[in-house]
């Protein structure tokens, strides 16, 4: 994405993503609304390093050693990796799954994404 700043819907989905995260009292559902502010914020330095900031945070919380570990490496990554463009499409940026390692995305997810390049999502009409 080529975009200097995070357009406007996507920085509402992502704050709203990261809010439900610090609010929520399911650990898995924390985790749940980071991987989905994650993958939102592959695209931009700031956020996405914020992201695994938050991801870090909660690791050690619930006292995780290994995602805690795993957070620490991609938070030094992960400003470069999204300033590069090298970054892995809908990867949630959990320790158990590759830095490198792309998935499926959400399809609300992906379809904002789309809409914010300024491409027509997939129920859009050009």
């Keep these: 994405m080529s975009h200097r700043r ?14 439900a995260a ?7 559902i ?10 939102l914020s592959q695209p931009w330095p700031w956020p996405h390093t914020r ?11 619930q006292r995780d050693r290994r995602e805690a570990f795993g957070q620490v490496i991609r938070i ?7 300033a590069l463009g090298r970054y892995p499409e809908g990867n949630t940026g959990r320790a158990r ?3 490198t390692q792309p998935m499926p ?14 491409e027509p999502g997939p129920g859009v009409i050009p």
Excluded at 6 to 19: F, H, Q
């Design 97 to 99: 799954v590759g830095l």
């Design 105 to 118: 995305m959400p399809a609300d997810l992906a379809e904002l994404l789309q809409v914010a390049q300024g």
């Design 51 to 61: 992201n695994h900031l938050a991801m870090f945070t909660l690791a050690v919380a």
């Design 22 to 28: 610090r609010t929520g009292a399911d650990p898995g």
């Design 76 to 82: 030094i990554v992960a400003a470069p990796g999204s």
């Design 30 to 39: 924390r985790w749940q609304h980071l991987e989905r502010a994650h993958i």
């Design 6 to 19: 995070m357009p406007p819907a996507v920085r509402a989905a992502y704050r709203t993503e990261m809010r």
